[in-house]
């Protein structure tokens, strides 16, 4: 039995790790191959396409909306909106504008999220924030400036402004992340992790349905190449509700204090595919900085007592 126990810690350990390694292949190897077409469509088919074949598969999570109260459908449409549509469509849009120059800076300043993720905690649900917070979130955010513009101010030229709208476009996303988040607190505890993730795709889906209709973007289908639909095919299985499917199923076995350490896969895989594939090289004060900001990152996740919070894409 406890041989059992251990082999299952393992294996959850495996998934929480290789989910995170394969967000980390979708921000420098896949999304950014669809930069010929409109942000709003990406974030729409990246959505639709999954949603669909997960039809296939779970069509009977439709009869849980009979019983959904107003609070879930609340819910549900607010994780839709931050963490499906507006994240989504901040990290795609931060990606496009640096046409794989430094591609893991934007990778690594959406892992503030939790900053904003334990704020909001305190403001919606609540929760007590450590004293130890405030030192260590001023210190991943001092850590995630430098690692974008190293000992330098930011520079507001025509030629440096996309890497500042890169960059705030990435806190962007990792404020939407992390009232994802929070949102998602208030209803795993009634929905599984099967269901939560159903109907998070089938309404972030339906709200990036009617964006595509109200921008006029609903007639790309005919821009997108063979070669797009071959990276769309890939984001939906792997990197999409393949990757979201594999960190629940890992995390039912693994400590969430573990998660945090294995979650860090995803930046870690960004910077080596960064530098191997688009030849990225930081200066030393952006290494140091990316450190700082991790490990800052890390201690705001674990709390005095050991335990700690956990956070989704």
């Keep these: 039995m406890k041989e059992n126990q251990q082999n299952a810690k393992a294996i959850g350990a495996l998934a929480v790790a290789f989910s995170a390694m394969l967000w980390g292949v979708d921000g420098i190897l896949l999304t950014p191959q669809l930069y010929n077409l409109n942000t709003v469509f990406v974030v729409f088919i990246i959505h639709l396409c999954p949603f669909l074949l997960m039809n296939l598969f779970f069509f009977r999570e439709y009869r849980h909306l009979k019983t959904m109260s107003r609070s879930d459908l609340l819910y549900f449409s607010l994780i839709a909106l931050f963490g499906g549509a507006l994240g989504t469509l901040a990290i795609v849009k931060s990606l496009f504008l640096l046409h794989f120059n430094s591609l893991s800076v934007v990778v690594l300043l959406q892992k503030l999220q939790p900053v904003f993720a334990i704020v909001l905690a305190r403001i919606i649900l609540k929760e007590q924030i450590k004293r130890h917070f405030a030192i260590w979130a001023a210190i991943a955010l001092a850590g995630g400036y430098f690692l974008t513009f190293g000992w330098a101010l930011p520079d507001f030229s025509t030629e440096g402004i996309t890497t500042v709208y890169a960059a705030l476009l990435s806190l962007l996303a990792a404020f939407s992340f992390g009232s994802s988040t929070v949102f998602s607190k208030k209803i795993l505890g009634n929905h599984s992790f099967v269901s939560s993730t159903f109907f998070r795709y089938g309404f972030t889906t339906l709200i990036m349905l009617v964006i595509v209709l109200f921008t006029g973007h609903i007639g790309d289908f005919t821009q997108v190449t063979p070669r797009n639909w071959l990276f769309i095919a890939l984001i939906g299985l792997t ?75």
């Design 239 to 313: 990197t999409g509700s393949g990757a979201i499917f594999l960190y629940y199923y890992g995390l039912r076995n693994v400590k969430a204090s573990l998660s945090t350490f294995l979650e860090l896969m995803y930046p870690i895989t960004a910077v080596v595919l960064d530098y191997f594939v688009n030849k990225t090289v930081y200066s030393p004060v952006q290494w140091v900085a990316a450190a700082v900001m991790l490990f800052a990152i890390v201690m705001l996740n674990i709390d005095k007592e050991g335990k700690s919070r956990t956070h989704v894409k």
